[in-house]
């Protein structure tokens, strides 16, 4: 069967589910992969096609406002004016046009006039034209580099021009290119072992003997990544408890509490539970772990990982965490995995960044800040709390842990550089003793972890 035909199961092709996930995540502010799961179920493909949707969903949207640059000089109004479903059907084409070579150019402008057909006949013309103008139009041209950087990079690589400003006052216009290329990378698909039922070796045997190809992580100890994408539910070792998924940045944070058996620990913001299992790991399921959330569906998350994992030391809990504290006791360690504005993990979540504003990130921080006082009180003397975010924003990360030391004489940072692998302490440790991996740095999720101990 043809890539983008219809499948005999789906009424839409390819393309046709694409448009309405598409249609979904602008006009409903629906995430995309969650649209996008909801789109399939709806509308079963074949295995190609749904490769297919699946990239031109993602492309589309990590591409939004450079398809837009390319679309605008063939409009007579701005592109906002047109009807939602005609806007997104010229984007997800432009991105066919522009970023993908396995389909025809002409097969791709044939299928959207076929599109505006069935939706509306009288502006297949209309489609029909545009695209053949960005065709002819040849390669994009975008400002100058040189004349004006912000631009050039918000367009080459698709981010916003605030944040790109934003991240060139932190980082350096260099390393924010770096970044802004690293987030439109395909994200690997990493699982960490559970050391309480098998060695990563075992690990990696196992998934051999299944049939896939995986190799050892170079950022955690913990850390298998898979050569490919797949449904990891389907896997024996998954099944039996050998393994969750996690992120490669993320499995840095729990080996930086250093929790021990027997310990009493919070996890503030647990859900869904890939720290926490880590943890309860690492203390070898002995001692007691908190681990709390705000959303009842997400704490069904945890004590669902933890049942498959075999831990018996989690103890799920529901609620803002402001209003458990009181309730909760003393505890040895505390993780605070704050709520953050993710621009970290932008490569699996490509709407983060059209969704995102700086007011956003001002929010977000008087939440943190809120967050790491009120936790801090529920740690004994001599206790570590470890506070972390999957964003690279300053204002969420070395700023909060500023502001935090200047009210609090009684916490000192203490180096993280005991617990990290040699290759990420090289290039991701601060001279303050946090730690900030950047997208580029490893291929992984953006991650701020900092370890204070209370005196």
Known sequence: MATGTRHRNSKLTAREVALEVLLAVDTQEAYSNLALQSALARHPLSPKDTALATEIVYGTVQRLNTLDYRILPFLKQPIGKLDPWVRNLLRLSAYQLDYLERVPDFAIINEAVEIAKRRNSRLSGFVNGVLRNLLRSGQAKYPSAAK??????????????????????????????????ANNNRPSLSLRVNRLRNTREDLLQALAEEGMEARPSDVSPDGVVLSAGMDVTRLQAFR??????????????????????????????????????????????????????????????????????????????????????????????????????????????????????????????????????????????????????????????????????KERSDFRIETLRPYLPETVAARS???????????????????????????
């Open 148 to 181: 004006d950087p912000l631009r050039h990079v918000s367009l080459l690589h698709s981010h916003p021009e605030w944040l790109v400003e934003e991240w060139a006052e932190q980082y350096g216009m260099e390393q924010t290119t770096a970044i802004c290329q």
């Open 240 to 405: 039996d408890g050998r393994c969750t998924v996690q992120d490669e940045s993320s499995m840095l944070v729990a080996p930086c509490v250093d929790p021990q058996p027997g310990m009493r620990v919070l996890d503030a913001c647990a859900a869904p539970g890939g720290k926490t299992t880590h943890l309860a790991e690492l203390m070898r399921d002995q001692g007691e772990i908190v681990a709390a959330d705000i959303h009842p569906h997400k704490v069904e998350l945890i004590r669902t990982a933890t049942a498959r994992l075999g831990m018996q030391t989690v103890r799920p809990t529901t609620g803002d965490i402001l209003d458990l504290l009181p309730n909760l006791g003393m505890f040895d360690s505390i993780l605070l995995d704050a709520p953050c504005s993710g621009f970290g993990v932008i490569r699996r979540k490509p709407d983060i960044k059209w969704r995102k504003t700086q007011a956003d990130v001002e929010a977000i921080s008087g939440v943190q800040l809120d967050l790491i006082r009120k936790t801090a009180d529920a740690l004994r003397t001599g206790g570590v709390l470890v506070y972390s975010t999957c964003t690279i924003e300053e204002k969420e990360n070395g700023e909060i842990i500023r502001t935090f030391l």
């Open 429 to 455: 440790l601060s001279e303050e003793g946090w730690v900030q991996v950047l997208p580029h740095h490893f291929g992984t999720d953006g991650f701020f972890i900092c370890r204070l101990r209370k005196m």
